[in-house]
């Protein structure tokens, strides 16, 4: 059970727009602590998609996008292309356990 | 190049030790926190640990506290994660990772992991 709450799942076609939810709650997101979303393809490590909520490291697409509101945040893709497929997690910092938090993950298929 | 490498991985039996170690090089390991992140077989990520630049905070997952030590070298630019009392629940890919801690904090470096396999 991950502290921070992602569907396992979402698809889409190529060129089309996603959205991953990540939900959290007051001792997390909720407390202000920022959002960030890493992307994991196939057999590799996990590399870093958006950091602050909503910027982006360099070299990561703007086709790429994320927000916050609340005790939530959400990850955008646009224009889906056949590469994005991958599993997508989201990560915050708990108060309450002095650590990071990460969601259970999203795996993205582009149909 | 910024790099993080792990290494000491392997198989080790219910309630055995292992040491893993992390090498970075490219920039200034002094500086940063790091952290180890575990990913079990099939799994989500778990954050495991961190550690301050001159190892003077140290913070763990409830899961291994008590079992796993952090611990760090400048001079070597090393990180290391010393697991005792291992569990087939430890079984998993664990990751080194930079810490940044401008946004709230996140890993914005990541090795490439090595895998621990805790089985009789």
């Known amino acids: 059970q991950s502290v921070l709450t992602q569907p396992p799942s979402v698809s889409g076609a190529p060129g089309q727009r996603v959205t991953i939810s990540c939900t959290g709650s007051?001792?997390?997101?909720?407390?202000?602590?920022?959002v960030h979303w890493y992307q994991q393809l196939p057999g590799t490590a996990p590399k870093l998609l958006i950091y602050g909520n909503s910027n982006r490291p360099s070299g990561v697409p703007d086709r790429f996008s994320g927000s916050k509101s609340g005790t939530s945040a959400s990850l955008a893709i646009s224009g889906l292309q056949a590469e994005d497929e991958a599993d997508y997690y989201c990560q915050s910092y708990d108060s309450s356990l002095s650590g990071g938090v990460f969601g259970g993950g999203t795996k993205l298929t582009v149909l | 190049e910024v790099q993080l490498v792990e290494s000491g991985g392997g198989l080790v039996q219910p309630g055995g030790s292992l040491r893993l170690s992390c090498a970075a090089s490219?920039?200034?390991?002094?500086?940063?926190?790091m952290s180890w992140v575990r990913q079990a077989p099939g799994k989500g990520l778990e954050w495991v640990a961190n550690i301050k630049q001159d190892g003077s905070e140290k913070y763990y997952v409830d899961s291994v506290k008590g079992r796993f030590t952090i611990s760090r070298d400048n001079a070597k630019n090393s990180l290391y994660l010393q697991m005792n009392s291992l569990r087939a629940e430890d079984t998993a890919v664990y990751y080194c990772?930079?810490?940044?801690?401008?946004?709230?904090?996140?890993?914005?470096?990541w090795g490439k992991g090595t895998t621990v396999t805790v089985s009789s």
């Open positions: 490219g920039f200034t390991f002094s500086s940063y926190w």
């Open positions: 990772a930079r810490d940044n801690w401008d946004y709230y904090y996140y890993m914005d470096v």
């Open positions: 007051s001792s997390n997101i909720g407390a202000g602590y920022d």
